[in-house]
């Protein structure tokens, strides 16, 4: 446990730094490997865009619809370009 913001929060360990934890306070899903399959598929026959994101082991991650992207949670940078959120 580490302190954030004045209340107590779960952390993991880096390198000696205590930073908090994402499980609580990501506010989307994680899904199983074959989640991400399932919705990524359907998600491309539709056509929708979405951002996924995917451990070193394919076996768990996230997968987002680019109308659901939080600038607050997930920001990102192409070619010198930062965006918070879309394309």
């Given at each position: 446990?580490c ?14 730094i205590?930073?908090?934890?994402m499980?609580?306070?990501f506010?989307?899903?994680?899904l ?5 399959i ?7 026959a ?5 951002l996924?994101?995917?451990?070193y082991?394919?076996e ?5 619809k ?16 930062k965006?918070g959120?879309?394309?």
């Amino acid at each position: 446990m580490c302190e954030v913001d004045g209340s107590k929060k779960l952390c993991v360990t880096l390198r000696g730094i205590q930073i908090p934890a994402m499980n609580g306070l990501f506010p989307y899903p994680l899904l199983s490997k074959q989640q991400l399959i399932d919705r990524m598929n359907h998600l491309a026959a539709s056509r929708s865009p979405f951002l996924f994101i995917i451990d070193y082991k394919a076996e768990h991650g996230y997968l987002i619809k680019e109308e659901e992207l939080d600038p607050d949670y997930i920001q990102f940078q192409f070619e010198g370009t930062k965006k918070g959120c879309g394309l």
